[in-house]
């Protein structure tokens, strides 16, 4: 029996491209030795991007769209798409021809012969980026590296064909702020990574603002790491030290010569100080607090208002 693949790409605004990614896609995949199906997840799209999917369904019958009822974010739309798919292998792609169909083949030899359990894709170069963004993603790499236990490789990218087993696996963890690069790594199997050269967007802008990049890698970091917790503690066992040693200078200073400290502005400095250093370790420990909030409210990921098939 022929082994089904799951397409499964989140598109946010996507009308210029979506038209080319199909075209380019099936060019591929009707080569391919499986059966295919297509799973769009429209994010809450501003424009015609669910008209083309409609159009696309009607004529493709492996076709099958999703759409959002307002933008719940690309974490919500990998996470329905793979909550939808019925193939034994799931492929995640973007919409913008960044995510190369012609891997697809490669890929699928990989998982098939050559034994590995999932393959994965990481940009070779961040060429075409602007160098500010380049910089403060390696930054957050290799912070987030040294940070977690989750294995989280730099310029990795969504790009990836998953067994059965492996989406199971992601599906079971349900969590409501989602960082999928970490849950990849965190759930392991044996991984070929291939690399390849990055490519521009075929049309359309990017969806990524630096201020939401900024706010996804804290994501990464507080909910793959509890280090920020354990640093803030190690600042208070710090300060507790300083204090100490600092009382008993003073103490010493005016028994053995008499000698009062003075001055109102050093004091004033101290306390700032200490109140800014107090404030930014209850801000710390407030992320994770809002995360947990939010984790107990089990709110869905997502809304379905429209779709072609019936949901899982
Ligand atoms: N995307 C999405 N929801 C969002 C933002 C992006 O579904 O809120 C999709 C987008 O349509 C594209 C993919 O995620 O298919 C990657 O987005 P983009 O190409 O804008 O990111 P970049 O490649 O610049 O990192
Ligand atoms: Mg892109």
């Not at 992601?170 to 390849?196: C, D, H, L, Q």
């Not at 300060?239 to 010569?257: D, N």
């Not at 404030?279 to 869905?300: D, S």
């Amino acid at each position: 029996m022929r082994d089904k693949i799951s397409l499964i790409v989140p598109c946010y605004n996507e009308q210029e491209v979506l038209p080319i990614f199909y075209e380019e896609t099936i060019k591929v995949i009707d080569k391919m030795d499986a059966d295919f199906e297509f799973i769009f997840v429209d994010d809450g799209s501003k424009d015609n991007t669910i008209l083309i999917m409609r159009e696309l369904a009607a004529k493709d019958e492996r076709v099958n769209y999703y759409s959002f009822s307002r933008n719940f974010g690309k974490e919500a739309a990998m996470y329905a798409g793979l909550c939808n798919a019925t193939g034994d292998w799931c492929v995640i792609m973007d919409s913008d021809m960044q995510d190369p169909p012609s891997l697809l083949p490669e890929m699928y030899h990989a998982v098939k012969h050559e034994g590995y359990d999932t393959v994965a894709t990481c940009r070779e170069t961040r060429a075409g980026e602007p160098p500010i963004r380049s910089f403060f993603a390696r930054k957050f790499y290799k912070l987030i590296n040294k940070i977690s236990d989750s294995d989280i490789k730099d310029g990795a990218r969504d790009f990836r064909m998953m067994p059965r087993k492996m989406v199971d696996s992601i599906i079971a963890m349900g969590e409501y702020n989602r960082f999928s690069k970490g849950i990849f790594g965190w759930v392991g199997f044996k991984t070929k990574w291939i690399p390849y050269e990055n490519v521009e967007r075929a049309a359309g802008t990017t969806k990524w603002s630096f201020w939401k990049l900024f706010k996804y890698s804290l994501d990464g970091i507080v909910n793959f790491s509890s280090a920020p917790l354990h640093i803030s503690s190690w600042i208070g066992i710090i300060f507790c030290i300083i204090s100490v040693i600092g009382t008993i200078f003073f103490f010493v200073r005016r028994l053995a010569f008499g000698d009062p400290v003075t001055g109102w502005a050093s004091t004033a400095c101290l306390i700032t100080f200490i109140g800014g250093v107090q404030l930014f370790c209850i801000g710390v420990l407030g992320q994770y607090l809002a995360r947990m909030y939010l984790e107990t409210k089990n709110r869905p990921q997502y809304i379905i208002r429209e779709s072609n098939r019936k949901e899982k």
